[in-house]
């Protein structure tokens, strides 16, 4: 029996799935059929766990476990202690920490999303909600009919897409000039290059070794796992975000580099096949069939959730009309801050969740094995 499943992911998290479903038959990973939903959050960048808290408790002297929220404001890093007191110091600060795969990303609005969610646009304790696909829309136009989400417009509130379209623009560009210096070093962004499908054929025929030297070597590498999840020889297993070989590899299999996200991303092509043909495109934002602000209408949700809680909000509203079996996301794990990969199968344990962790979570082979049970 198909399950029906979100997936609660950051931009390249949501690149490399729907490039894994757009090429599922072809190259028999039919585990990715169980994502019915597919949400992705805004990001600027992010970090390795071990970073953050080399960032917080090095740098800064504040125990990971002192700090019940973290949120990025106005170029701020905010850690809201539990005594009441807060830490604030510069986003910019934190760059030498950013993990690097980071900085030849292009996405900063998950713009291959169904939905896609994020503070940056909307007022404070509200979400910017871009509705990119039909199902998404209706998952969210649902939530507000039942009364679990506040939702207006975007073009009623302050500052709009205006900020988000200033980001994507100023991520695009620093990146694209990073990209840029690596290449003049001899290490090639591959995925910036491609966007036809066309472009795919180059990949057939290359196995871990070239993913090794194309990808992760070169420093492309985002550590989404999907060459984890894809492997059929379970060879592949990602370690400290850094994907590793753990045995042999069947001479002709070639899964993991051409399904990474990294060897090429058919932007366009993907587009094509994933969105409906009156989701118009805009500058800075992507397509989309309509952008507004949101909040949950739940006290406990909104309390606890980021940036007003649309979406455990809006995903709870969809478990509890049995519009789906289950939500994977990450949430803090034993170590305060470290986030782990869950399935959530109700609200009460989706609540659990609440919260941007900030930390990069190795999420899709999660997925594939709750799929494939």
């Known amino acids: 029996m198909t399950n029906r499943y979100a997936f609660v992911g950051v931009p390249c998290d949501i690149e490399a799935l729907r490039k894994v479903e757009a090429y599922s038959s072809l190259r028999n990973q039919n585990w990715v059929g169980d994502v019915a939903l597919q949400v ?23 125990k990971l476990e002192d700090v019940k929220k973290f949120d990025i404001k106005k170029g701020k890093i905010i850690g809201h202690k539990k005594d009441g007191s807060t830490l604030e110091f510069p986003l910019g600060k934190s760059r030498p920490y950013v993990r690097v795969g980071c900085h030849v990303c292009l996405d900063f609005a998950a713009e291959l999303a169904d939905i896609s969610v994020g503070a940056v646009g909307s007022p404070a304790n509200w979400s910017t909600v871009i509705c990119r696909t039909k199902k998404g829309k209706e998952i969210f136009e649902g939530a507000a009919r039942e009364g679990y989400i506040e939702a207006k417009p975007i073009e009623e509130v302050k500052p709009g897409t205006m900020l988000v379209k200033k980001l994507t623009e100023e991520k695009r560009t620093e990146n694209l000039e990073e990209a840029k210096k690596r290449g003049e070093k001899g290490a090639s962004v591959l995925h910036i290059k491609t966007l036809g499908q066309s472009e795919l054929a180059k990949d057939e025929g290359k196995n871990f070794d070239d993913l090794t030297s194309d990808v992760i070597d070169a420093g492309a590498c985002i550590a989404c796992g999907t060459c984890e999840a894809v492997c059929p020889e379970g060879c592949v297993k990602v370690v400290d975000q850094r994907p590793e070989l753990t045995g042999k590899c069947k001479d002709d299999c070639t899964d993991c580099y051409f399904l990474c996200p990294r060897t090429s991303l058919p ?7 994933f969105f409906e043909e009156d989701a118009k495109r805009e500058t800075g934002v992507g397509r989309h069939l309509g952008i507004y602000a949101a909040r949950a209408k739940d006290e406990g949700t909104l309390e606890k959730g980021q940036d007003g809680g649309a979406v455990v909000a809006m995903l709870s509203y969809a478990l509890d009309k049995g519009l789906l079996d289950g939500v994977v996301s990450p949430k803090s794990g034993v170590d305060p801050w470290n986030p782990e990969p869950v399935l959530s199968k109700n609200k009460e344990d989706l609540k659990k969740t609440s919260g941007t962790i900030y930390s990069h979570s190795v ?5 594939k094995r709750e799929a494939t049970k």
Not at 363 to 367: V, W
């Open 40 to 62: 992705g959050l805004f990001c600027r960048e992010n970090w390795a766990f071990t970073c953050f808290r080399a960032l917080i408790e090095d740098d800064f002297g504040v």
């Open 267 to 273: 932007q366009i092509a993907l587009e094509d096949m």
């Open 363 to 367: 999420t899709i082979p999660f997925l």
